[in-house]
T-cell receptor
Framework: GNSVTQMEGPVTLSEEAFLTINCTYT??????LFWYVQYPGEGLQLLLK?????DKGSNKGFEATYRKETTSFHLEKGSVQVSDSAVYFC??????????????FGIGTKLQVIP | ETGVTQTPRHLVMGMTNKKSLKCEQH?????MYWYKQSAKKPLELMFV???????ENNSVPSRFSPECPNSSHLFLHLHTLQPEDSALYLC????????????FGPGTRLTVL
């Protein structure tokens, strides 16, 4: 079956530091890849996505590139802010039988940015 | 605001109670999902409805009973729960393509005493 592996954290960084959160996956076929973010007291929301190999997703200064050869989708940001403190989930999506989106999530990485 | 609402936001119930969680989406999606989020564990997919038909039931105990009366509403009926069922229950909706984004509600924080 499909799986997603990411570091659990917590990751603690100073403001303006460089961020990398590693994500690797195993899947059959050609999944789409996502990063979701969860702020305290809220549900998950899409941060960025990539739907095919070599695509780069980007949003709010975050980037991730779909690397099929290394089965990876690492999240990066050049300069983090305190407001980026949240839990980040890597996920892959495949089409389930019955016409729905079957998503496999990683365990989530908690990021804490200190001033 | 993601277009997916959940009520109540917090719920405390005893093991003998019966309660229901409600989810509503205003995005015109055809698929709706219930997830369970517990500390230190990946999100667990519980149920999926596509075009109002249940298409996935991931070995969830019968004390959880879903209902999807139309494509905009999803319920999770709870009865005789156990303390280990305490968690954040998230509802989501999406289109049916694997490139689509899932949109999540804010969740219901459930505590079973």
């Amino acid at each position: 079956g499909n799986s997603v592996t990411q570091m659990e954290g917590p990751v603690t960084l100073s403001e303006e530091a460089f961020l990398t959160i590693n994500c690797t996956y195993t899947a059959t076929g050609y999944p789409s890849l996502f990063w979701y973010v969860q702020y305290p007291g809220e549900g998950l929301q899409l941060l960025l996505k990539a739907t095919k190999a070599d695509d780069k997703g980007s949003n709010k200064g975050f980037e991730a590139t779909y690397r099929k050869e290394t089965t990876s989708f690492h999240l990066e940001k050049g300069s983090v802010q305190v407001s980026d403190s949240a839990v980040y989930f890597c996920a892959l999506s495949d089409r389930g039988q019955g016409g729905y989106q079957k998503v496999t999530f990683g365990i989530g990485t908690k990021l804490q940015v200190i001033p | 605001e993601t277009g997916v609402t959940q009520t109540p936001r917090h719920l405390v119930m005893g093991m003998t109670n019966k309660k229901s969680l409600k989810c509503e989406q205003h995005l015109g999606h055809n698929a709706m999902y219930w997830y369970k989020q517990s500390a230190k564990k990946p999100l667990e997919l519980m149920f999926v409805y596509s075009l109002e038909e249940r298409v996935e039931n991931n070995s969830v105990p019968s004390r959880f009973s879903p209902e999807c009366p139309n494509s905009s509403h999803l319920f999770l009926h709870l009865h005789t729960l156990q303390p280990e069922d305490s968690a954040l229950y998230l509802c989501a909706s999406s289109g049916t393509q694997n490139t689509d984004t899932q949109y999540f509600g804010p969740g219901t924080r459930l505590t079973v005493l």
